[in-house]
């Protein structure tokens, strides 16, 4: 059964970093990609980054040069590291499977998201 | 960034049919943009219902379809029921970025 659980949320002061982690089963991470999307409460969902199966990485504007997506394969998770937080990246973080090697794995899959509070 | 754009809310009665649109800041919606269609409810985490414009996974709604129109990616939904009622956002991919749209609040009255 395919599944992803986030996990590494919390509340950080402005300026803080924090690591999210995306744990997936019934699939390997090193053949897919893999997304995070946001949503701040009571907003729209808000694209944040992507790890491509062959490695690259991708991020939104808002994002680029603050945020770092990985993945290790040995534990198949992919990280989402945030650093110079800011208020305004108060959110739920969802991670989900972007992309998979069958023909119908676009998207399909999402985490139930992780709360993350940039807070003083 | 592009800016997606969608209808910010529509409303539509139980049985009848209605459609949902996602154009783009940077021209023409095409099958290139790769349209994807979203569903949230309130406390649920999204799910999507159609990818690259018109495919749908298997737990999408046969009354649910995409298409693109008039330039722009378009979600019918035809035959609206009450559980429909949710928000709905169109993702297009503008080569490796995606970008979603505001949302669009569908009630079902």
């Known amino acids: 059964e395919v599944q992803l659980v986030e996990s590494g949320g919390g509340l950080i002061q402005p300026g803080g970093s924090l690591r999210l982690s995306c744990a997936a089963s019934g699939f390997f991470v090193g053949i897919s990609s893999i997304s995070w999307v946001r949503q701040a409460p009571g907003k729209g969902l808000e694209w944040v980054s992507v790890l491509h199966s062959g490695g690259g990485t991708d991020y939104a504007d808002s994002v680029r040069g603050r945020y770092t997506i990985s993945r290790d394969t040995s534990e198949n998770t992919v990280h989402l590291q945030m650093n110079n937080l800011r208020a305004e990246d108060t959110a739920l973080y969802y991670c989900?499977?972007?992309w998979g090697p069958g023909g119908e794995e676009r998207f399909d899959y999402w985490g139930q998201g992780t709360l993350v509070t940039v807070s003083s | 960034q592009v800016v997606v754009t969608q209808e910010p809310s529509l409303t539509v009665s139980p049985g009848e049919t209605v459609t949902l649109t996602c154009g783009s800041s940077s021209g023409a919606v095409t099958s290139g943009r790769w349209p994807y269609w979203l569903q949230q409810k309130p406390g649920q985490a999204p799910r999507t219902l159609i990818y690259d414009t018109s495919n749908k996974h298997s737990w999408t709604p046969a009354r649910f379809s995409g298409s693109l129109l008039g330039g722009k990616a378009a979600l019918t939904l035809s035959g609206a029921q009450p559980e429909d009622e949710a928000d709905y956002y169109c993702l297009l991919f503008f080569d490796g970025v995606r970008v979603l749209g505001g949302g669009t609040k569908l009630t079902v009255l």
């Open positions: 989900v499977r972007d």
